[in-house]
Nanobody, 125 residues
Framework: VQLQASGGGLVQAGGSLRLSCAAS????????MGWFRQAPGKEREFVAR????????YHADSVKGRFTISRDNAKNTVHLQMNSLKPEDTAVYYC???????????????????WGQGTQVTVSS
């Protein structure tokens, strides 16, 4: 599975961005798609995930009510709509895909086998 993330950029606090992650290759085996982010000097942290077949979602508390993950099955694409952005949302955002359940939960990086290249999101105050 190959993942291509896009949509990052510079935005003022309170603004919005929409990230996209296009999947190609053995996408039929994908179980869950997720978004993570990593700020300078910090560990990569979970943002949101979506089950590919059912569409059920889960968002981190830090973004709940502001970010929404969704999927477009026909285009093999996952989106992350980010509203009410804050300076603390500044990070490189990565999309990821997992094709098997290791029983670790889907909020840990260890559950995902495939990663996109990352896209920078910068929120100015």
């Amino acid at each position: 599975v190959q993942l291509q993330a896009s949509g990052g950029g510079l935005v003022q606090a309170g603004g919005s961005l929409r990230l996209s992650c296009a999947a190609s290759g053995r996408t039929f085996s994908t179980y869950v798609m997720g978004w993570f982010r990593q700020a300078p000097g910090k560990e990569r942290e979970f943002v949101a995930r979506i089950r590919w077949s059912s569409g059920t979602t889960y968002h981190a508390d830090s973004v709940k009510g502001r970010f929404t993950i969704s999927r477009d099955n026909a285009k093999n694409t996952v989106h992350l709509q980010m509203n009410s952005l804050k300076p603390e949302d500044t990070a490189v955002y990565y999309c990821a895909a997992g094709d098997r359940d290791y029983g670790l939960g889907w909020t840990t990086t260890m559950s995902y086998n495939y990663w996109g290249q990352g896209t920078q999101v910068t929120v100015s105050s």
